[in-house]
């Protein structure tokens, strides 16, 4: 029954934010659900840099190259506001609720963490170089303002969870008792997102048809090679893992910069990109959510067989 009800609670996230643009202007309330969220993952998560592995560094490299890669590609051969959407689209570090999606399929959460702080602390420090070459101009401030916003989403929830661990011996379970809790609060943070991409879109009313398509069918690509790029990257032991932490995107950054740094059709990238990685997750959820139901059904089945021979 509950798998059921995510299933249809994801589902109406993406309509509801849809149909409902006005909802953008709590747009603000993202971060905010988004540390929530990472507070339930500190709680059962001490970060350690023995936690950190090769593939981390990958997963860093990947960023960097598929962002640059895909820029030069479409700049040669699209033209400069497609290149600057593929890379804006291509160069964003691992979302802050890729560990809260790990958790919920299974995975090893303190890999995510780890993929998290390695690729989000590895990009502020190349934004500043890299975007200038993007987009042909500096790009000031931008490392003071990505580790602002790594303060927030990282060091409140950690701040906080610190001292419930130290003073309640039962901490470490509070996460599995509210599960519940924080997939909704995802759900919620979904809904703003896809409303803040609705708004946007009813606002650039004077776009071809064609560039939007374009802009979609790029953030579309890069999302798909993403999510399967990610798996051999992780190996055998950590490829659920970080084909989630290369595909899930920190949409909400890189949609700042490009609106910043270059300009609104060049944001459609990552924009367009949350749609795609969202709905990735959410047929992620459903499917794993069905196999430990059937697990289920055959381990009630097989323990009703034993007592009633």
């Known amino acids: 029954m509950m798998r059921h009800l995510r299933t249809a609670g994801m589902l109406a996230a993406f309509v509801l934010g849809f149909l409902c643009p006005w909802a953008s202007a709590w747009s603000g309330l993202i971060r905010w659900l988004i540390v929530a969220m990472m507070f339930f993952v500190f709680l059962q998560v ?54 809260v999606i790990v958790g919920l399929l299974g995975g090893r959460v303190d890999y995510a963490i780890s993929a998290f702080l390695a690729t989000n602390f590895g990009m502020a420090l190349l ?5 200038p070459i993007a987009i042909c101009d500096p790009a ?30 039962k901490a470490t379970e509070l996460p599995k008792k509210c599960k519940d809790v924080t997939f909704f609060l995802w759900v919620g943070a979904i809904f703003l997102i896809i409303a803040n991409a609705s ?30 790029f990610g798996r ?19 949409t909400t950054l890189t949609i700042y910069l490009a609106l910043t740094y270059a300009n609104p059709l060049v944001a459609l990238g990552p924009t367009f990109y949350v749609l795609w990685h969202n709905a990735w997750n959410t047929y992620q959820l459903h499917m794993y959510g069905r196999r430990r139901h059937l697990r289920e059904l055959k381990l009630k089945t097989a323990n009703e067989r034993k007592s009633h021979p």
């Open 199 to 228: 708004a946007f879109l009813h606002a650039q009313k004077q776009l071809a048809g064609r560039t939007l398509l374009d802009i979609a069918a790029i953030s579309l690509g890069l999302c798909i090679f993403n999510f399967w």
């Open 46 to 99: 001490k970060f350690s840099w023995r936690t950190l592995r090769l593939s981390h560094g990958k997963i860093l490299l990947a960023n960097v190259l598929i962002g640059m890669g895909s820029w030069l590609l479409f700049k040669l051969f699209a033209g400069d506001e497609l290149a600057q959407a593929a890379f804006f689209t291509g160069i964003t570090p691992t979302a802050t609720a890729a560990a």
């Open 140 to 169: 000031p401030g931008v490392f003071l303002h990505v580790v602002k916003s790594l303060l927030v989403v990282i060091g409140i929830p950690l701040a906080v969870a610190i001292p419930v661990r130290i003073f309640y011996d």
């Open 232 to 250: 051999f990257l992780g190996g055998k032991k950590f490829r659920r893992e970080a084909s989630q932490v290369l595909g899930q995107k920190n």
């Open 127 to 131: 934004f500043p170089f890299l975007i």
